[in-house]
């Protein structure tokens, strides 16, 4: 087997209340996604994200049987989007995804954005927790919310939040949010965390990979895992990108490239924002 193929280790994100793999793998914009899926779970990840709105749950559920891993050593993540937030309606999607995924359980379940329709939070926040108590999902959890909104979802939700999904990268301070994460004890998956291919000409990130003998993508990657309590998850198509994105847990940046990589944040670096659904970020 090619060397670059060897799986290497990936270490667990543990924040007492959910275990996963430190690093997954994201799925949309990936479309009948099957091949790439059991590539990745072939290149060592065991965490992947998807989500109804991405329409790759099929692909997903095909990548996963085609691989021959078992369903118990991987951790999956889906969400309900913003229109089926009614009870019934978010018991529905979950059931159509548990079906598309070709399994009967999530490691995750995610509201993917916030009510735009007035659904009132508390009984979308009550689907999520049935969802949890009948074992359709073992954790539940929150993404696009913002502080306040987390807070209340944590506050209404008759079953504990583990998780909380946002976008994270070097071009997007998250510095208020992740304070929040740490100190609720939820695990904070950052997505888009390499800024959707934008990062990949940076000429800061391209210096500190060069000393490093490393890419840009790990460098952004590493960045990520170090600060601790954060599970990137970037998506790829190309194997030989998937295989070097792994491999971030070999080597540490130092203080100063942390602080000069966290200094890269721009007022305009956030890229997921969709104009009348996106909350008042923090
Ligand atoms: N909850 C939400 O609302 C939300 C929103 C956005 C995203 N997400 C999740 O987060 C995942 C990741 O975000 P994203 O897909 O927007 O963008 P991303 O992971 O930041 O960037 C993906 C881009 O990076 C390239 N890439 C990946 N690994 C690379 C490597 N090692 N070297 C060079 N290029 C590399 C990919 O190209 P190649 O294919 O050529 O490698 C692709 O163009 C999504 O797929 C999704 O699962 C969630």
Redesign the pocket.
Same mark, same amino acid.
């Given at each position: 087997m090619d060397a670059a193929f060897d799986p290497p280790a990936i270490p667990g994100l543990s924040s007492g209340r959910v275990t996963m793999p430190a690093i997954g793998f !994201?799925? $949309?914009?990936l479309g009948d996604c099957g091949e790439i899926v059991a590539a990745a779970l072939k290149a060592g990840y065991r965490n992947i994200?998807?989500a109804w709105k991405y329409g790759t749950e099929k692909g997903v559920g095909e990548g996963i049987r085609a691989s021959g891993v078992p369903r118990g050593d991987i951790f999956l993540t889906t969400?309900v989007s913003h229109e089926y937030l009614r009870a019934a309606d978010f018991a529905k999607s979950v059931e159509e995804s548990l079906a598309r995924l070709r399994t009967d359980y999530v490691d995750l379940l995610l509201i @993917?954005?916030p009510a735009i329709d007035g659904t009132p939070l508390a009984e979308t926040a009550g689907a999520l927790a049935r969802a949890k108590r009948e074992g359709k999902a073992r954790n539940i959890g929150v %993404?696009?919310f913002n502080i306040a909104l987390a807070r209340e979802a944590m506050r209404l939700c008759p079953e504990p939040l583990a998780v909380l999904?946002a976008?994270y @990268?070097p071009y997007l301070d998250q510095t208020k949010l992740l304070a929040f994460c740490r100190g609720e004890g939820l695990v904070f998956m950052a997505?888009?965390?390499?800024? #959707? !291919?934008r990062l990949?000409k940076d000429e800061t990130l391209a210096g500190i990979a060069r000393a490093r003998g490393r890419?840009i %993508?790990q460098v952004a990657l590493r960045w990520i895992v170090q600060q601790g309590g954060i599970a990137p998850?970037? #998506? $790829?198509?190309?194997p030989r @990108?998937m295989a070097? $994105?792994l491999r971030v847990f070999d080597f540490t940046l130092t203080d100063e490239e942390m602080r000069r990589i966290h200094g890269l944040a721009r007022p305009d670096g956030r890229i997921?924002n969709p104009a009348g659904r996106a909350p008042a970020w923090d």
């Open positions: !994201g799925t $949309s914009q994200d998807t969400k @993917h954005w %993404a696009n999904q976008e @990268h997505y888009c965390p390499l800024g #959707r !291919g990949l890419t %993508a998850i970037p #998506r $790829s198509a190309n @990108h070097e $994105s997921a």
